[in-house]
């Protein structure tokens, strides 16, 4: 269950904003484990400061802005699209 400190989007819904992601946006991650991998904010952690960005069903992750890029679909390379 979130906690105050979450904007879930049911607080979107109500007009609440994140900084440049809003939930439901598609983002890639600059650096790490999970560099260059699909994910979708799915809700900013004000007390921190950071995004969370679910990556599956079960695996999600806290990042900073700087951290996330725009997915673009277009930009998939010809071994991603292959995999589909």
Known sequence: MPTEQ???S???????TV??????DEVGVTEGPMQGIFGIVVGFYKKRNQYIVRFSGVQQA???????????????????VKRQ
């Open 6 to 8: 979450h904007q879930t």
């Open 19 to 24: 900084q440049k992601y809003k939930i439901g």
């Open 62 to 80: 806290y990042y900073d802005e700087s951290q996330l890029y725009p997915w673009h679909w277009k930009n998939k390379t010809e071994r991603e």
């Open 10 to 16: 049911a607080n979107y819904a109500k007009g609440m």
